[in-house]
T-cell receptor
């Protein structure tokens, strides 16, 4: 199957700083990338959808100025958590989709565990 | 509204069979996915159903009934490594997004 990587896998930062998470599709071109957030023992909550070269679409309740998403190329999307606070601590997972793949299947990255002190 | 329900937790014994149910009420339907997720890791694709019936893939099978808004994932010959969360997700035809259920944590005991 297709491979999606995320970097970093873990990050610890101080309150007030910004953190950037990268999501890359390694062996396919991702026309769409999704960013999810997952709290412990909970399911995935979609934060935003990004298409290459256009602005991201945010889900209701997700602050676009807080979670900046850039989908600069068909293989890279970044999520920047600006002025992070302890309540932003979570597991962030990206996924990528290509219309070339059967069922428009989404492939998930390994996730980034963010801890804000 | 969108609603996808799964049991929160299940337990089973190594070598046994377990069925994880998923019921959904969504404004549209364009396929149902099952994913496996081990703690601290990303979900991995298990199965996809868009038509009614059973899809079999080795030890795992998935069933769909669109008229009942119901799916199940069947795991046979359970192994300890099958201990994980299993996520049911429905794809919306309007947005093409996946709507995830609450997930079922399965624990397999020796």
């Amino acid at each position: 199957g297709a491979v999606v990587s995320q970097h970093p896998s873990r990050v610890i930062c101080k309150s007030g700083t910004s953190v950037k998470i990268e999501c890359r599709s390694l062996d396919f071109q991702a026309t769409t990338m999704f960013w999810y957030r997952q709290f412990p023992k909970k399911s995935l909550m979609l934060m935003a959808t990004s298409n290459e070269g256009s602005k991201a679409t945010y889900e209701q309740g997700v602050e676009k100025d807080k979670f900046l998403i850039n989908h600069a190329s068909l293989t890279l999307s970044t999520l920047t958590v600006t002025s992070a606070h302890p309540e932003d601590s979570s597991f962030y997972i990206c996924s990528a989709r290509s219309h070339e793949v059967a069922h428009n299947e989404q492939f998930f990255g390994p996730g980034t565990r963010l801890t804000v002190l | 509204g969108q609603n996808i329900d799964q049991p929160t937790e299940m337990t089973a014994t190594e070598g046994a069979i377990v069925q994880i149910n998923c019921t959904y009420q969504t404004s549209g339907f364009n396929g149902l996915f099952w994913y496996q997720q081990h703690a601290g890791e990303a979900p991995t694709f298990l199965s996809y159903n868009v038509l009614d019936g059973l899809e079999e893939k080795g030890r795992f099978s998935s069933f769909l009934s669109r008229s009942k808004g119901y799916s199940y994932l069947l795991l046979k010959e359970l192994q300890m490594k099958d201990s994980a969360s299993y996520l049911c997700a429905v794809r919306s035809p309007e947005t093409d997004k996946l709507i995830f259920g609450t997930g079922t944590r399965l624990q397999v005991f020796p």
